[in-house]
């Protein structure tokens, strides 16, 4: 029964177009009648024949004719429109897995590797197209033959009936046994390919490194083997769909030859004509054709469901951070930030972050430094939603963030990650990121801004520059100058600072700083520090440890203070700033 679940929410997602919908199906039911008057013509025009009546035979044919140009008529019909709807549902499908995909929350990508969740779309949509396709084309044809033709055949003759329905009662045994029988390996199949698709994305995505440590070979020979996993399961998937196949077409041979058989000892006991036994075998003919069609579908949906059920599971999962029914929009935003006995866990069972609370006023600069794993970066992605809190609450000039839009919420924070996260696009494109409606003119400015402009314009077509996957064609510096522009011209009142400056030599740290210090004034910043100049530069600095607020202070008052910022500065956390006219500074070591 999961088969017909899957197909039926299939065929639920075509809703969107109901009244088209019902039209090819009254369309189909039409030839539905057609595919079963057109035996029962033939055999009246072979007893008109038998038993010469000029007039009635030309009668027959004619209608036999009108029926046969009437049933091409509607299958055009029903094809054309059957077609463009597969292909709008088709793409509007690809729209709605991919604008929720993007919604889901990062828990679930950092699980689902994008190779594996590409494959889940581009094979989920192909086989939701093949099968709205099929529906219309052939499937509820072949549906709606078999319901009208068994009653009819019936009462044309039950005997020779009693024959086709022990042959669809044989074909649905079959089906079913070889479902059950296979159900568990095709899924078994399915996962060994999504490995595969998960392997050859994650390889592709590291050439660099497969090619540096000379791992051509190795990777190929590894997929090599995942490859032969994956056919060693389908094998005998294949196998038994073959034997069905064989079992299904001698039933249909059997069938034909008993109904001559006993269509013969009928017409000699003068209980059928000859045009009734050739209508039968046409039944026959028809219903054996049909079942064929109806065993490939079965056939083909048996393989897909497993890539289906794929694909209906991530549209299942829950987005990210819902808003409270009634939310309204964050708007007029001063950037005064509070965060009330915060408590947070992404497994729910180790904590991240333990009853934090702090509060920065509008344009305030906070420094959050601490070691690997505090809970520095978890506290940021707190503030634009990324996921909520388990315990308190954070509020954005008074109001509690799980209260407003979210849209609306991330207007007003922008986020500068260590990583610059730049699409394969002009550089334009790039930049338009944070606000689609800027003008050139604007751009430039904050390119400028940015310390950008100058690397962008030496470059052959200027911001017209088409940049390559993950900005892999720019410097680390040029990639961060770009996420600082883009940054600007979002103009978001809250600014996030996500070790933006960790990965860049000092020369080039120092170019980057440059630009980040014009970004953050009139701002409320919070800097994930990474430089000692940052960290004296901020007006208040938290430090976490194990995902609790330590201390808290300027940054003399923790040197002061001789805690654990101190200590960490006693110990060699600090490396040379690239401030060097700010005297001997020193970075602390931390990490996302």
Request: charged share 20%; hydrophobic share 50%; proline share 3%.
């Amino acid at each position: 029964m999961y088969l017909w679940r899957i197909y039926l929410r299939v065929l639920r997602l075509l809703a969107p177009e109901r009244t088209l919908a019902i039209f090819l199906a009254l369309a189909n039911l039409a030839l539905a009648c057609v595919l079963f008057t057109e035996p029962i013509l033939f055999g009246h025009v072979v007893d008109a024949l038998v038993h010469p009546k000029a007039h009635q035979l030309a009668l027959l044919i004619g209608a036999w004719a009108l029926v046969g140009f009437g049933g091409v008529a509607m299958g055009v019909l029903v094809s054309l429109h059957a077609d463009r709807m597969a292909h709008r549902r088709r793409m509007a499908a690809i729209r709605m897995f991919f604008a929720h995909t993007l919604a889901l929350p990062l828990a679930f990508h950092r699980e689902h590797h994008s190779g594996r969740l590409q494959r889940i779309m581009t094979v989920g949509v192909d086989d939701l197209f093949t099968l709205w396709l099929s529906f219309f084309r052939e499937h509820l044809t072949t549906l709606l033959s078999i319901v009208v033709l068994i009653p009819v055949a019936l009462w044309i003759n039950w005997r020779l009936a009693l024959l086709m329905i022990a042959l669809l009662a044989g074909f649905a045994a079959f089906n079913l046994i070889a479902v059950r029988r296979n159900r568990v390996a095709q899924g078994e199949v399915q996962e060994h390919f999504n490995a595969i698709a998960t392997r050859t994305g994650d390889v592709l995505g590291n050439v660099a490194v497969v090619q540096s440590f000379t791992r051509v070979d190795a990777e190929v020979c590894d997929l090599k083997q995942l490859t032969e996993r994956a056919l060693a399961v389908q094998y005998p998937v294949l196998s038994g769909w073959a034997a069905l196949s064989v079992a299904t077409r001698a039933a249909s041979t059997l069938t034909v030859v008993a109904i001559f058989i006993m269509g013969a000892a009928l017409h000699a006991k003068g209980q059928i004509s000859i045009g009734g036994i050739v209508s039968f075998v046409g039944f026959s003919l028809m219903l054996i054709g049909r079942l064929e069609q109806f065993a490939s579908f079965i056939s083909n949906l048996f393989f897909q469901s497993q890539s289906l059920k794929d694909f209906f599971e991530v549209l299942d999962t829950r987005a990210g951070p819902l808003a409270a029914r009634g939310a309204l929009p964050l708007t007029r935003v001063r950037g005064d930030v509070r965060f009330e006995h915060v408590g947070f866990s992404y497994d729910g069972k180790q904590s991240s972050l333990d009853d934090l609370s702090f509060h920065a006023p509008p344009g305030s600069r906070v420094a959050l430094v601490g070691p690997t794993g505090a809970g520095k970066s978890t506290t940021v992605s707190l503030l634009y939603r990324a996921y909520d809190p388990d315990r308190g609450r954070i509020t954005i000039d008074g109001r509690d963030i799980r209260s407003v839009d979210i849209e609306s919420l991330r207007q007003n924070v922008t986020t500068v990650f260590q990583e610059a996260g730049l699409f394969q696009r002009s550089i334009e494109d790039n930049l338009r990121v944070g606000d689609p409606a800027v003008g050139t003119a604007d751009i430039e400015v904050a390119a400028r801004a940015a310390e950008a402009h100058d690397f962008i314009a030496a470059k052959p077509d200027g911001y017209a520059t088409r940049v390559a996957e993950r900005g892999r064609s720019l410097s680390g510096g040029e990639r961060q100058r770009l996420a600082i522009a883009r940054a600007m011209l979002k103009g978001a009142p809250i600014l996030i600072l996500d070790e933006a400056t960790s990965a860049l030599d000092t020369i080039t740290e120092a170019r980057v700083q440059r630009a980040l210090d014009r970004l953050t004034v009139g701002r409320t910043t919070f800097i994930i520090a990474h430089r000692l100049s940052t960290i004296r530069d901020a007006d208040w600095v938290l430090v976490l440890d194990h995902g609790r607020l330590v201390e808290q202070g300027t940054y003399d008052d923790l040197i002061a203070r001789g805690g654990m910022f101190a200590r960490l500065a006693a110990q060699g956390g600090f490396a040379p700033t690239a401030d060097a006219g700010a005297g001997p500074r020193v970075a602390l070591e931390v990490a996302a």
